[in-house]
């Protein structure tokens, strides 16, 4: 029901009050009033994109680009970005993923917001509460519309700024172009060069973010490195990973990887159907740089269960609620036809039970997949921690996500806080199995 207050328009605070829940209505919108400290204005539209490969394909831009910019802002500043749609006829809408802002905010069509038509604009406005690696995508079609191009990143710096100095900061999209006959898997812009020259000594972050629809396995060989982030999460104290070592990212998730510049180059290569492996990104240490030899073989799969070590955080809350989620695949009845269809708890999108919270709630979530295929899960406005894996007990770093990559066979729990009053969707972010009935939502009492 508070949805319905803000649906068709936002709310400025001065009309702030209190739902009949109590619900104090100005925290489900961002800051309406006040200066902006950093703008920015993305304009969609229409447009050729030329990919690494040399292919040019028909796709989506923003502000004639993709990735669109990447929108750089500083913890705590007030963000504030104009999106204008000039011929996306599906309409365009922001997600700001794994950004926990007001649920106003969050660029959902049909439940926070109106998709924004051609000739219309919107305006987003929240205050990021975390610094790191995020990105934001059109949720309107999402399975078309992010995949022809309507995506970029978002990078939270902390209140100080960026790193100052020689740090090489470097953000890596792994994409599925669609068109031609094949999908065109790309790691890095649609078109820069895939090779880098970076000082030997200068620390390197790796920012990788996974805009595709299936898990992609990533592998850094030349140097050992540390994931120092998860989903913009700071992992405490990462340990080095060896050479030649396997990143997972779920369709969705980001992984920060940071290493100092070796003499020798490094290559950054995308492992495709698990087997092909292709290089596409090389930092090498000067202009001409050493040869290349490309990896060769998998080196060992990170494990997020058990990295890092502990930090001041205190463990996990007892839970106030409980739900269980088992994620399936099948034929059955969805979208008023027999089809194969995911499922949670045996039933597809809508007819999936929205989940009830209070504010405050600790809520323990177990959620199983008995499919085959893999389900990288993704709840809007919280994130959450993985307690365990499989039974296995995650007891290194605390390991924060928003979007979790469930494989078939695979049992995890994680725990949030329902500390962000609205309506929120939860949903595969494999987006065509979104549309295809996995997604619900969670709302507060
Ligand atoms: Cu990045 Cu609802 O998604
Ligand atoms: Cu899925």
């Known amino acids: 029901a508070i949805a319905a207050l803000y649906v068709q328009n936002q709310a400025p605070a001065s009309a702030a009050g209190h739902d009949h829940h109590g619900i104090d209505i100005a925290t489900l919108t961002g800051p309406r009033q006040g200066s902006p400290d950093v703008t920015f204005t993305l304009v969609a539209a229409h447009g050729k994109i030329k990919l690494t490969s040399g292919t040019e394909i028909d796709g989506l831009t923003l502000n004639g680009s993709s990735p669109g910019p990447v929108l750089r802002a500083r913890q705590g500043q007030l963000v504030e970005v104009t999106l204008i749609n000039t011929d996306v006829t599906e309409g365009v809408t922001l997600h700001w993923h794994g950004v926990d802002v007001p649920n106003a905010e969050d660029g959902v069509p049909g439940l926070t917001q109106d998709a924004v038509r051609p000739g219309g604009r919107h305006v987003y406005r929240f205050v990021p509460d975390r610094s790191g690696t995020f990105w934001y995508h059109t949720h309107r079609d999402s399975t078309e519309n992010v995949a022809r191009g309507l995506f970029g990143a978002l990078l939270i710096d902390p209140p100080s700024g960026p790193a100052t100095g020689t740090t090489h900061d470097t953000t890596l999209f792994t994409h599925q172009w669609p068109g031609g006959e094949d999908q065109v898997s790309a790691l890095g812009t649609a078109d820069t060069a895939s090779t880098e020259h970076v000082a030997p000594r200068t620390p390197v972050r790796l920012r990788l973010i996974n805009s595709s629809q299936d898990p992609q396995r990533i592998q850094i060989t030349g140097a050992e490195h540390r994931v120092s982030a998860i989903d913009g999460n700071a992992v405490h104290e990462p340990g080095p990973l060896p050479s030649g070592g396997m990143l997972l990212l779920a369709a969705g998730g980001r992984y920060d990887v940071s290493f100092p510049m070796p003499a020798t180059p490094v290559i950054v290569s995308l492992h495709t159907d698990g087997s092909a492996t292709v290089p596409t990104r090389t930092l090498t240490p000067g202009a001409g740089g050493a040869a290349i030899t490309p990896p060769t073989g998998d080196g060992p799969l990170f494990d997020p269960t058990h990295y890092g070590t502990p930090d001041a955080t205190p463990g996990p809350a007892a839970p106030t609620r409980t739900q269980k989620f088992v994620l399936d695949n099948g034929f059955g009845f969805a979208n008023g036809g027999f089809t194969w269809a995911n499922t949670v708890n045996g039933a597809s999108a ?71 009053p609205g309506v929120w969707m939860d949903h595969c972010h494999n987006f065509e199995h979104a549309a295809g009935g996995m997604l619900w939502h969670l709302a507060y009492t």
Not at 361 to 374: A, L, M, Q, W
Not at 381 to 409: E, I, K, Q, Y
Request: cysteine-free; proline content about 7%.
């Open 350 to 420: 809508p007819a999936i039970p929205t989940v009830m919270v209070d504010l405050g709630d600790t809520v323990r979530v177990r959620i199983t997949n008995r499919g085959i295929i893999d389900h990288p899960m993704h709840l809007h406005g919280h994130r959450v921690r993985v307690l365990s894996r499989n039974g296995a007990t995650a007891d290194g770093s605390p390991w924060w996500t928003d979007t979790l990559n469930v494989a078939p066979g695979e049992t995890y729990e994680i725990t949030f806080t329902a500390d962000n």
